[in-house]
C-alpha cells in the first residue's frame, strides 16, 4: 500500500503546525489545507469540485483562487472559492460554519478557530499582493511562486 518504508515514524519530514513561528504564514495555511482537506480535495478525491489543496500544489493550480462557487455561494455576494478577504472567501466562511454548508461535512461538530485564524490571516495578506495585472491574472495567488517544497525527510 505505501511505497516507502514507514517503520522509523522519526525520519518521516513533517509539516509546519498552525503555532510554528519558524515557519511562513503561507506554509502553515498550507499545511492545515493539505491535512484537513486534501483527503477529499485533491485529483480523483471524492469531492464534487476540482478543487486541489495538497501542499505541494502551486497556489495557482489549486483551482481556488478567485474562482466562482460550483455548489452555492453561501448568500454571499460576489463569493470565491478565496476571495482576496475571508469574508468573500468559501474556505474561510465553510471552515466557520456548523451545519450542512460546513467543511469538513463530517465527523465536526465544533469549529477549529486556531485553524480558521491562520487560513484567514493567509487569505487576508493575498490581498496585501494586490498589483492591477492583465488578464488572465484577476487576483495574485495566480501569479506568485510555485508549489511550495514538500517537507525533509530526515535521516536521509
Request: glycine share 4%.
Amino acid at each position: 500500500m505505501l511505497d516507502a518504508d514507514v517503520s522509523d515514524l522519526g525520519a518521516i519530514g513533517s509539516y509546519p503546525a498552525l503555532d510554528d513561528a519558524t515557519a511562513t504564514l503561507e506554509a502553515r495555511a498550507r499545511a492545515y489545507l493539505h491535512v484537513n482537506c486534501a483527503i477529499c480535495h485533491r485529483p480523483d478525491g471524492p469531492s464534487r469540485t476540482d478543487l486541489d489543496f495538497r501542499y505541494d500544489v502551486a497556489l495557482a493550480d489549486t483551482n481556488a483562487c478567485d474562482a466562482l462557487p460550483e455548489h452555492g455561494d453561501l448568500g454571499v455576494a460576489d463569493a470565491r472559492v478565496i476571495a482576496p478577504e475571508p469574508a468573500r472567501s468559501l474556505v474561510s466562511l465553510r471552515m466557520r460554519r456548523r451545519d450542512a454548508d460546513q467543511m469538513p461535512p463530517m465527523a465536526s461538530n465544533v469549529v477549529d478557530e486556531a485553524g480558521a485564524q491562520v487560513v484567514d490571516e493567509w487569505i487576508s495578506s493575498l490581498s496585501l499582493h494586490l498589483t492591477p495585472r492583465p488578464f488572465p491574472f484577476p487576483f495574485p495567488c495566480l501569479a506568485l511562486a510555485p508549489a511550495l517544497p514538500l517537507p525533509p525527510v530526515i535521516g536521509r
